[in-house]
């Protein structure tokens, strides 16, 4: 009986082991921006959110005052909905990148002309009028 219950708890710790050396791998490439996708979208100011500060309680949406949650396409045209905080009401309109970091979320954006979008993402939207 006894070398039963040692057998398994080698097993155990052996794959406690194997579990924590793959955490270890994977888990910094989860913060370190190197699995970085970029997403574009289109602003539509019928789709801000103002955050309320709520006097000095944690505001979970982020200390930004405005928050967007936009239908957004990756280079290859595969939609996924983000949503992003800012600091101010951006432009009806305008075209955005969004750097998007797993677990973290958007960490920057970026305004850029319909011609910067990926051919993918131009079919997605209207080419704007000049």
Do not use: C, H
Request: no cysteine.
């Amino acid at each position: 009986m006894k070398s039963k219950k040692k057998t398994a708890l080698v097993v155990l710790a052996a794959v406690v082991v194997l579990l924590i050396a793959a955490a270890a791998f994977t888990i910094p490439s989860l913060f370190d921006g190197s699995r970085t996708t970029i997403y574009y979208t289109q602003i539509d100011n019928s789709k801000i959110e103002e955050n309320d500060s709520r006097g000095g309680v944690v505001n979970f949406k982020g200390s930004l005052p405005y928050s967007y949650t936009l239908t957004s396409y990756d280079e290859n045209g595969k939609e996924k909905e983000i949503t992003f905080g800012t600091s101010k009401e951006l432009q009806e309109g305008a075209f955005i990148s969004l750097e998007v970091v797993p677990v973290r979320g958007v960490t920057s954006w970026a305004e850029v002309q319909y011609e910067e979008l990926p051919e993918a993402v131009q079919g997605k939207y209207a080419a704007p009028e000049e």
